[in-house]
């Protein structure tokens, strides 16, 4: 169930934890520990990972969840879909960006299968990962898109009352 890779850098080359990884075809996972020279990453289809995904073609937004397929066919999953969302077999879903992890628009998951089941609300949703994580050679370590943003400002004191400077309650 648990799916992760270790890569040949570490915090010594700038690797930081929550950095997103991705090959040319897409996203592969995160970043989740973090060593002088070596890091731990976190496969899509470990059975904890969630990313926040779009649909290009609706503007749908959702989360895929790994865990899904076992080790034979490894991938992901919408969860809490609408029954009647229009979703269609082979959308292909990026991320959103709305994570501060993820920038927007990079390759995930293709979706599979739709399963609108009658007795329930939500739809069953499989997506096989866009970039295959099986036998990837070299790998991209991106920065998380929060450590991109400027800071955030300072907040401004607040101005002193004008009037008495005495203390305590009045008699």
Do not use: C, W
Not at 6 to 34: C, H, K, W, Y
Not at 135 to 148: A, M, N, S, W, Y
Request: net charge positive; proline share 11%; no cysteine.
């Amino acid at each position: 169930y648990s799916r992760k890779v270790f890569i040949d850098r570490g915090q010594a080359q700038g690797v930081v934890r929550g950095a997103p990884v991705m090959n040319e075809s897409g996203v592969l996972g995160q970043v989740t520990r973090l060593y002088p020279l070596s890091a731990e990453v976190t496969l899509l289809t470990d059975r904890d990972a969630a990313i926040p995904v779009l649909n290009p073609r609706t503007q749908q937004r959702s989360v895929a969840f790994g865990g899904v397929g076992g080790d034979a066919n490894p991938g992901m999953e919408l969860r809490f879909m609408a029954g009647h969302s229009d979703v269609q077999p082979g959308d292909l879903l990026t991320t959103s960006g709305i994570d501060g992890v993820y920038p927007p628009g990079l390759p995930v998951a293709r979706v599979v299968t739709v399963d609108r089941r009658a007795d329930s609300g939500f739809a069953r949703i499989l997506l096989s990962l866009a970039a295959a994580p099986d036998g990837v050679r070299h790998v991209l370590v991106l920065e998380p898109l929060g450590r991109q943003l400027p800071p955030r400002p300072e907040p401004e004191p607040e101005p002193e009352a004008k009037g008495s400077t005495r203390k305590g309650p009045r008699r």
